[in-house]
Nanobody, 124 residues
Framework: VQLQASGGGLVQAGGSLRLSCAASELTFSTYNMGWFRQAPGKEREFVAAIGWSGRRMKYEDSVKGRFTISRDNAKDTMYLQMNSLKPEDTAVYYC??????????????????WGQGTQVTVSS
């Protein structure tokens, strides 16, 4: 199983980025998917999650109204549209997959699969 995250980069505050997470060798449509981030010197934290069907979503409070998570099960790909970016959004962003919604949206980070990170840097 491979989760390939992409789309990170350097952007000014107020700008936008769209992250993608492409899955391979995974029955994508049966997995809940999520985005997490880790800033320098901080623990990895939950950002957003989307259920296997795409109908259920959850966001961390600080990104509500600015970030939108989505998925395309036909393309085995998940997205994170990030608008109104702030310097505090700077982090390495990781995608993850898990069969259990409670694990995906909880504080436990022992999820089924993780992708490699993509760096997001927001300058002030």
């Amino acid at each position: 199983v491979q989760l390939q995250a992409s789309g990170g980069g350097l952007v000014q505050a107020g700008g936008s980025l769209r992250l993608s997470c492409a899955a391979s060798e995974l029955t994508f449509s049966t997995y809940n998917m999520g985005w997490f981030r880790q800033a320098p010197g901080k623990e990895r934290e939950f950002v957003a999650a989307i259920g296997w069907s795409g109908r259920r979503m959850k966001y961390e409070d600080s990104v509500k109204g600015r970030f939108t998570i989505s998925r395309d099960n036909a393309k085995d790909t998940m997205y994170l549209q990030m608008n109104s970016l702030k310097p505090e959004d700077t982090a390495v962003y990781y995608c993850a997959a898990d069969r259990a919604w409670s694990r995906m949206t909880g504080e436990e980070l022992n999820l089924d699969y993780w992708g490699q990170g993509t760096q997001v840097t927001v300058s002030s």
